[in-house]
């Protein structure tokens, strides 16, 4: 199967838009397989919101394709996430790879809106279903338990049919959700030595209710740096990390090295099933993280992006 590489953005490390704009295309001329933009609305740390920047890469590129990684369904309006996720794809000639999920527990936006993590299970399900109709061209009427809707439509479709649904979370009811609901999944914090039994569940579970799973559609990623173990943006993620994840060891989904470590974690995780990564560079200043997407593009993809033809022979 064909290995696959995006990169990712956990926060914002440009000094501006046009520093921005610079990686954006130095991804899309490098070859780069996809772009993600994590989702998170309050906070004064600059963040980028992340269906805004779904719609700009539409506009700003002609080959990569995008996608969430990924939108909490728990402060959006379903309706509306289905027009603007259709409307990019359209636009885009069917680049977009929507991705969703409940949300970080740890986020400041619950927190913002008085809202706690718990208890939206059964609220996303219906909205994921009911964006899946829409993207269909069906015409939904539906009353409730939490949306009620009367015919209820959207045009111009998506171009992909059907439009890929990512869904994030290893808990066992995100597990089901992706079973039943989606077409690919994206680990969140899973390890190279953790994500293999979620990757076997959601597969079993996907055959068990008919809707067996490509292959191809399990997602990783993890935060990668060409450097030094001490260099002071590897330490101050590595204290973020332990604060919001204090039992969590930081090095499993971290690399820090050459190019021979960052594949050799890549061919860790495709041996545990996984084929798309979003991988996210771990810099600190615009020319710091365009010299890290520029090397990764130059060390890493040759080896990992293998064209199809090849990868079977």
């Given at each position: 199967?064909?290995?696959?590489?995006?990169?990712?953005?956990?926060?914002?490390?440009?000094?501006?838009?046009?520093?921005?704009?610079?990686?954006?295309?130095?991804?899309?001329?490098?070859?780069?397989?996809?772009?993600?933009?994590?989702?998170?609305?309050?906070?004064?740390?600059?963040?980028?919101?992340?269906?805004?920047?779904?719609?700009?890469?539409?506009?700003?590129?002609?080959?990569?394709?995008?996608?969430?990684?990924?939108?909490?369904?728990?402060?959006?309006?379903?309706?509306?996430?289905?027009?603007?996720?259709?409307?990019?794809?359209?636009?885009?000639?069917?680049?977009?790879?929507?991705?969703?999920?409940?949300?970080?527990?740890?986020?400041?936006?619950?927190?913002?809106?008085?809202?706690?993590?718990?208890?939206?299970?059964?609220?996303?399900?219906?909205?994921?279903?009911?964006?899946?109709?829409?993207?269909?061209?069906?015409?939904?009427?539906?009353?409730g338990p939490h949306y009620r809707y009367r015919d209820a439509r959207i045009?111009?479709?998506?171009?992909?049919?059907?439009?890929?649904?990512?869904?994030?979370?290893?808990?066992?009811?995100?597990?089901?959700?992706?079973?039943?609901?989606?077409?690919?999944?994206?680990?969140?914090?899973?390890?190279?030595?953790?994500?293999?039994?979620?990757?076997?569940?959601?597969?079993?579970?996907?055959?068990?209710?008919?809707?067996?799973?490509?292959?191809?559609?399990?997602?990783?990623?993890?935060?990668?740096?060409?450097?030094?173990?001490?260099?002071?943006?590897?330490?101050?993620?590595?204290?973020?990390?332990?604060?919001a994840f204090p039992n969590r060891d930081f090095s499993k989904v971290m690399?820090?090295?050459?190019?021979?470590?960052?594949?050799?974690?890549?061919?860790?995780?495709?041996?545990?099933?996984?084929?798309?990564?979003?991988?996210?560079?771990?810099?600190?200043?615009?020319?710091?993280?365009?010299?890290?997407?520029?090397?990764?593009?130059?060390?890493?993809?040759?080896?990992?992006?293998?064209?199809?033809?090849?990868?079977?022979?």
């Open positions: 199967m064909p290995v696959r590489i995006g990169l990712g953005l956990l926060d914002y490390p440009f000094s501006g838009a046009d520093a921005y704009w610079r990686w954006v295309d130095l991804c899309e001329s490098g070859g780069v397989d996809s772009l993600w933009q994590s989702d998170r609305l309050a906070g004064a740390t600059p963040f980028l919101e992340c269906m805004s920047v779904m719609g700009a890469l539409a506009g700003r590129t002609r080959r990569l394709k995008f996608g969430m990684s990924v939108l909490s369904m728990a402060f959006r309006e379903p309706l509306i996430v289905a027009k603007e996720c259709a409307t990019i794809d359209y636009l885009s000639n069917g680049r977009m790879l929507p991705a969703f999920g409940i949300g970080n527990p740890s986020s400041p936006d619950w927190a913002a809106v008085g809202m706690t993590s718990e208890g939206h299970g059964g609220k996303m399900n219906q909205a994921l279903d009911i964006m899946a109709r829409l993207w269909r061209g069906e015409t939904v009427t539906t009353d045009s111009p479709l998506p171009v992909q049919n059907p439009l890929p649904l990512w869904i994030g979370g290893s808990s066992p009811a995100a597990i089901r959700r992706t079973a039943r609901l989606g077409t690919g999944w994206l680990a969140g914090a899973e390890t190279h030595e953790t994500i293999a039994p979620v990757v076997a569940a959601i597969k079993a579970e996907a055959e068990a209710v008919g809707r067996p799973m490509d292959p191809e559609h399990f997602g990783a990623g993890f935060f990668f740096r060409f450097g030094d173990p001490d260099d002071p943006i590897v330490e101050a993620r590595r204290a973020n990390y332990r604060r690399v820090v090295g050459g190019a021979d470590d960052i594949i050799e974690r890549v061919r860790a995780y495709v041996a545990a099933g996984v084929t798309k990564f979003v991988l996210r560079p771990l810099a600190q200043d615009d020319e710091d993280i365009l010299d890290q997407t520029r090397k990764l593009i130059e060390q890493v993809l040759p080896v990992i992006h293998v064209p199809k033809k090849a990868a079977a022979a």
